[in-house]
């Protein structure tokens, strides 16, 4: 998996590029921040940014001007009734007044008051939001909404302006639209890496339970490519599901298992977070014969049993899931390294993984 920390080390910096503190200010200053930092939406769906002032006392006033890209994101207006496109009044400002509301041309600018009779606010709510909608044709990327720094002004009801903590920027992250899975899957102790099963449930959010599944067959180099279905596929009852849904974060999951006879299975949370999601290397471990999910003193005893059986070559080890396509006869049912003989590779394979157990339901 280490294949992931580029893309995470590179998010976490934009995130982090984001966030602003003034430290001259203290840790107890005021912050005004977009929530959440990193909202996702795909071309023609809307993402929701709101703005929250945290820890402030006495504010009676704020200004600030943010940018974004017009070219990917438009707003929509949350004020039918009035000319142009206006951002959404939180309730720290309800029932205030606002010289200057509008969202055009790549800038969000908002001056509010509180209504005089309601008095300062102190504490920590939301003070407006902006509904975004990704224009059709928007390319997969991270588009920044980011408050102009020399713009922000918090105010006391004299007009003086309040110290400032720092703030933090939004963004709306449009994801590429996976349209398959790959990687390579090998095996211990042959050359051959045909017929693992590589078997994806899709998971649209954290949450939910999986739209659709598919599965695909390595070929004999052990790689394989698996398209992500188009249509909902509910999942056969048989197949287990892991406990809970996808991790939480931007983006749509794939759980992937990896399975082959006599063999440990693999189970991976896989983000779906390129067109084409490469997994990575993955090695099945051998040994478990009774296919009881660990590699123990029983397979090694079912081992010992059929030490010595030799079927004819060419063989295959029966897997339904992905069915040999040459001919031979089967191989025997210890055989872990499919070359048609119980053998000290077999022992020795198993012996070397011991007390290894799956990680899938
Ligand atoms: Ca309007
Ligand atoms: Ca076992
Ligand atoms: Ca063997």
């Avoid at 890496?193 to 649209?204: D, G, I």
Wanted: aromatic letters at 10%; one cysteine or more.
């Amino acid at each position: 998996m280490l294949r992931r920390i580029g893309w995470w080390s590179t998010l976490w910096a934009a995130v982090l590029l984001g966030l602003h503190p003034l430290t001259a200010a203290g840790a107890s200053s005021p912050m005004l921040s977009f929530q959440p930092d990193l909202a996702v939406a795909r071309p023609g769906e809307t993402a929701r940014l709101e703005i929250w002032v945290e820890g402030v006392s006495g504010l009676d006033r704020l200004e600030f001007v943010a940018s974004y890209d017009p070219g990917a994101l438009e707003p929509v207006d949350a004020d039918p009734g009035r000319d142009g496109v206006q951002l959404e009044i939180g309730p720290v400002f309800e029932g205030g007044y606002s010289p200057a509301n509008s969202a055009a041309d790549g800038v969000l600018h908002l001056v509010i008051q509180r209504f005089p009779g309601d008095g300062p606010f102190d504490g920590t709510g939301m003070v407006a939001a902006i509904t975004f909608r990704v224009r059709e044709g928007a390319l997969p990327a991270v588009y920044p909404v980011s408050f102009d720094p020399g713009s922000l002004q918090l105010l006391d009801p004299d007009g003086e302006p309040l110290p400032l903590g720092g703030w933090a920027d939004g963004a709306v992250r449009v994801p590429p639209v996976t349209i398959a899975l790959a990687g390579w899957i090998t095996r211990e102790g042959t050359s051959n890496y045909a017929r693992t099963s590589v078997t994806a449930f899709f998971y649209p959010y954290a949450g939910s339970l999986p739209s659709a599944w598919a599965r695909a067959c390595t070929d004999s180099s052990g790689n394989f490519y698996l398209p992500v279905p188009e249509e909902p596929v509910p999942p056969p009852p048989e197949l287990p599901l892991p406990d809970g849904g996808p991790p939480s974060g931007p983006y749509e999951w794939a759980y992937v298992r990896l399975d082959f006879p006599n063999h440990g299975s693999e189970c991976y949370w896989i983000p779906l977070d390129e067109e084409v999601v490469d997994i990575g290397w993955h090695t099945l471990e051998g040994g478990d014969v009774n296919a009881d999910g660990c590699v123990n003193i029983y397979d090694i005893v079912r081992i010992i049993a059929d030490f010595g059986e030799e079927g004819a070559s060419p063989c295959f080890v029966p897997y339904t899931p992905c069915p040999a396509t040459g001919v031979g006869e089967a191989a025997p049912s210890s055989d872990i390294n499919g070359d048609c003989r119980v053998n000290i590779f077999d022992l020795t394979i198993a012996a070397e993984n011991f007390g290894l157990c799956t990680n899938c339901p």
